[in-house]
């Protein structure tokens, strides 16, 4: 199996060595090319993450957009995450196709990283959200109207542009990575806290129905639960020297962000109320007639 790896992320030198003939996968300094067997799973695993993912967002970013019209203010931030996903099938479909012009490759790979940073400022959004919700219910009520939410909105995507746009200008390896992965390793310690501040809140609260604390905290570890089974192996990639030149290892952590879109979809379904009860009630029926049979053996 051939696998050859480009560093440099200069028009020139990445151009001279572009190969369309062989699978490429976006790196934020370069461009992997795999062929083989790695070339057919990564094929694959990209062309049914679009099938079933492209379809499902776009019913969930209509299903939410209905909510926000009748004055729902928790959808919009979701709704945002759903838009970098659509986004980010766009590369998708870019990276299957493999053109042979290198500025489409070019223009999608920064389109594809703006969206990969957008969609983590945005878990943070709706970690937040959650969090003001239990620990300061009378200021959200009264102070977190739509206006709100979408200038909120505006700031998180323009944010991005911090990272993406040197990018376009900066040749130094070395400084791209950790500025990526600062950028990344940030939202970390901001989720955590907005998940333990809202268990200690939600102990103490007496007034939350216990299935809205289910969702809520359901919610807030699924947030963190994609962030450290997705992003969080990318960014040690990028910080270890030894591990960034690796063509496996990259291999496997580009699956892990090509399944963020799909992980997004699930956070979906458990902002609908009554998700999680089905799903809890789903896993004891579970354990139930799997210890029915275990009894009826003995």
Known sequence: MEDLLI???????????????????????????YSGEDRFILKVVTCVTICI??????????????????????PIYVINLLISDLLQFCYMIVEVAQPKEWEIIRIFSLIYLFCLLASVCFMVCIALERYLVIVFP???????????????CVMVWTLPLVYVLPILF??????????????????????????????????????????????IVGILVLVLLIYVLLFLPTVIWFLTDELQYSDTLYYKFSLFLKMNPLADLIL?????????DKVLTSVCCCRMDSNDISSAAE
Request: aromatic residues 16%.
């Open 7 to 33: 560093n440099d992320t200069s028009q020139d030198t990445t151009f001279n060595d572009y190969d369309p003939a062989k699978y490429f996968v976006l790196s934020p300094f370069g461009m992997y090319y």
């Open 268 to 276: 979906y379904v458990f902002m609908k109320k009554g998700a999680i």
């Open 53 to 74: 993912g492209l379809p499902l967002t776009l019913m969930a970013i209509y299903a939410l957009y209905s909510q926000v019209r009748n004055d729902h203010v928790a």
């Open 138 to 152: 009378l200021w959200y009520r009264f102070r977190q109207t739509i206006k709100i939410s979408v200038l909120v």
């Open 170 to 215: 900066w040749d130094e390896i070395k400084v791209k990575s950790i500025i990526f992965s600062v950028f990344c390793l940030l939202p970390l310690p901001l989720l955590i806290f907005f998940l333990g501040g809202t268990l200690k809140a939600l102990s103490a609260s007496i007034s939350v129905p216990s299935d809205e604390k289910r969702r």
